[in-house]
């Protein structure tokens, strides 16, 4: 084999590889923002939810416009959660009240976030007196 040969040959293997690591770097890189706004969609669908618990009267098993009418449990049963924190395909959710009538939910992915070390993570905070009550901010 001559020298042009076996350079092409090297040359080829080197496209390729840096071809494979970049596809590979890209289907990560979509994953994760993939996992990211499944994260973000549930914690709205959530917080959508905590703000029909406000808003149901208590007599229908609400909370009557009033997070601290009730307790944690009865907001986790008419949320359908068995339990906090609860488990979906998407990741693990955790409801806590901060605050009267202020529900924090944090969602941690399945998917490794910009750190490298954890899930992919965004928290919503339900501030239900508030005129704009949803607010999300993404943690990594």
Same mark, same amino acid.
């Given at each position: 084999m001559g020298?042009?040969? +076996?350079?092409?040959? *090297? ?8 071809? *494979?690591?970049?596809? +590979? ?5 979509q ?36 997070i601290t009418?009730?307790?944690?449990a ?31 939910? *944090?969602?941690?992915?399945t ?9 992919v ?5 339900v501030?239900c ?12």
């Amino acid at each position: 084999m001559g020298t042009q040969q +076996i350079l092409l040959i *090297v040359l080829s293997v080197i496209i390729v590889g840096v071809a *494979v690591a970049v596809g +590979i770097q890209m289907f990560n890189t979509q994953a994760m923002n993939s996992n990211r706004q499944a994260i973000v969609g549930d914690l709205q669908t959530l917080g959508a939810q905590v703000m029909q618990y406000y808003r149901t009267p208590s007599s229908q098993g609400g909370a009557g416009s009033s997070i601290t009418n009730g307790t944690e449990a009865d907001l986790y049963g008419f949320m359908g959660w068995g339990s906090n924190p609860d488990t979906t395909d998407t990741g693990v959710f955790t409801l806590d009240i901060t605050a009267t009538n202020v529900v924090s939910i *944090v969602g941690v992915g399945t998917e490794t976030g910009n750190n490298g070390t954890s899930g992919v993570s965004a928290t919503l905070t339900v501030t239900c007196t508030g005129s704009s009550p949803l607010s999300t901010t993404i943690n990594n």
